[in-house]
Every structure is written in structure tokens, then in C-alpha cells.
DNA sequence: AATTAATATTCATTTAATATGAATTAAATA
DNA sequence: TATTTAATTCATATTAAATGAATATTAATT
């Protein structure tokens, strides 16, 4: 099973993002610290600002910031926001080729299957992403608090 | 999120031996029931063998049958066996080059959410895939039982 | 108004994982 | 011994995902 890493670059920009006490930071930045593609990155912001987790602007002193306190930005949510899961079997796919799926118990297993793993990022939050806050400026060579 | 086509083909190739009333089946003949590629097919079943749920002959009236009956089989455990999630994320992997992974707490998250997620396989059996046996023997081109 | 700095958008390319195809080898049975 | 089947290996194709690059749009500053 596979995460794709627009959902872990949309966790890796959030995380960011929250580091910036409400200050507004460039895709550039982000790009550069994690050693990232900016073009894709530029779709994750994009993505989690059409979502309402991220707030942009453009022009000069523009930039993302969160559109609320970690607190508030649950990890379902993004989770769900960010992961296409349209095609994580075949038969969940109106176009699947699967000759058994309409007998078949499977898909149902795998939707329960898929929900209980949504439902663990539901019991958190980015806030639960930033107890190591000290460690995590220095490895990304930001500001102490 | 995708679950690779390894373990879907695995549960179908479970499906259609369960069928078969405890006589062995083909390779070749579940390939082209379900019009998928028997290469591929072979190395699934190879693998569910070598994991103990089937158990394989060669030659003239050879094929291959479940090792043990349907309510024996654990989903969960085909699960396991069949995905490989050591590279579900890129913090999973040894060689993964995320910064912030030493001190990242997203990681635990995953891991919470994908034991989580075999969870729900590990309450069910092959038993439960095959209450509409009538209809999957009926898609699959096979005799009444 | 002009310039600059940022995101937004589009399209082309690359890459890597996955899946497929084909051919050969090994084993089992008639 | 011939035949049939799985096992194994290697090459190829396919696909989704990720990246790169160029342009357009927007907004702040000078």
C-alpha cells in the first residue's frame, strides 16, 4: 500500500507553515529546505489552499500561511482533502474491469478498511505534528521561537 | 491511496480456488477467467504458496488449491503478506531522504493508521468473500456446486 | 506607472513502480 | 518418455506520479 507524496508534501508544508508564527513563507523556501520539487509543491499549496487549510497571496510579501491554529487543522481532513481514492482498487473505479465485482464482498472490506485508516488521522491534529517544534526548526535552519 | 494490484489479484485467485471444492485449479485458467496476465498471475500465486495458503503441484493434473478451508484463511494475514508497506511513505523506508524524519511525529501516525487498516482484514476470512458463491460461480463460468 | 516578487496555470518530460509478455527450466504423472 | 503443469528468469510495456520549465496573473513597493 501506498501514500502518495502529495499527501506527504501537504503534511511537510503544513508543518512548515505552522512554524512561521503567522508569517507568510514562499513555496520557494519550503521547496528548497525539504530539497523538494517547487513545481509540485506549488499544486500541494495549491490543493490545501483550495481546501481552506492554507491561506495565499500573491505578489511581493506574499506567500502561505495557515488559515487557522494547528489546533484546528485536523489530519483527516487533510488526509482526505489530499489522497485520491477514486482508484485504490479496481473495483472502487467505475471503469474497473474486475469480472466478480458484483458478487464480490471484497470492495466493502476494503472501504471499511480505508475509513478505519482515515479515522486514525481524524483523532489528530497538526498541533500533534509540532511537539518537537525546537527540533524541527533546526533541521529545517529556521528561527528559534 | 492504492493498494497494489498484487493483493487484488491474490484475493481473486483465493476466490476461485475456494470454488473448486478442494480440487486443484490453473494458472491458466483463473488468468483468463478474470482476462488478467498469467505471468503475473504465477507470481502471485507463487508468493500466497510460499506464505502457506496454497499449496501448488506441478505436471499432469497438477494446479494449485487452498491449503486450508475458507474459514481458515485470514484476510488480514493474506493482507500482510501480499502488500508491501515498507515503502508506504518515504519515512518508512531506511533510505528515505525526508529531512524532517528524525523529528517528525507524522511517521507514528502512518504506521497507527496502517495497522489500522489490516485490522479490519484480520476480522474477517476468505469464508466471508464467498456468501455469493452462486454468482461468482456463475460470473466465473463454473458448474453449480 | 513601472518594477519586482510572488502564486497560478499549462504543458512537456522524466522517472520509477508496476504489470505484462515470452521463453526456459524443473517437476510430476500417465 | 512424452506431456502437462508450476517455477524461474529476463526483457518489455504501461502507467501514474513527479518534475521541470515557461508563461500568465496578481499585488506590493518604489
Redesign the interface.
Known amino acids: ?5 502529495h499527501s ?1 508534501y501537504a ?2 508544508v503544513l ?1 512548515f507553515a505552522a512554524l512561521q508564527d503567522g508569517k507568510p513563507c514562499r513555496i520557494e523556501d519550503i521547496a528548497a ?3 523538494i520539487s517547487k513545481s509540485h509543491l506549488t499544486k500541494v499549496v495549491w490543493n490545501l489552499s483550495s481546501e481552506g487549510f492554507l491561506t495565499t497571496s500573491r505578489g511581493r510579501a506574499g506567500g502561505l500561511r495557515l488559515s487557522r491554529p494547528p489546533e484546528e487543522i485536523n ?1 483527516g481532513a487533510v488526509m482526505r482533502a489530499t ?1 485520491d ?1 477514486g ?4 473495483c472502487f473505479d467505475a471503469k474497473g ?4 465485482t ?5 470492495r466493502r ?2 472501504r ?3 475509513e ?6 481524524d483523532r ?1 491534529t497538526l498541533a ?2 509540532m ?2 517544534e525546537r ?2 526548526r533546526e ?2 535552519g529556521l528561527e528559534p521561537a
Not at 474491469?97 to 466478480?100: E, S, V
Not at 478505519?116 to 488521522?121: E, G, I, L, N, Q
Request: net charge neutral.
Open positions: 500500500m501506498r501514500v502518495t507524496t506527504d503534511l511537510r508543518i529546505r525539504y530539497r489530519l489522497e481514492n482508484a485504490m482498487v479496481e474491469l474486475c469480472a466478480i458484483p458478487a464480490c464482498k471484497a472490506i476494503f471499511e478498511a480505508l478505519a485508516f482515515h479515522a486514525v488521522f489528530y500533534d505534528l511537539t518537537r527540533d524541527l533541521i529545517l
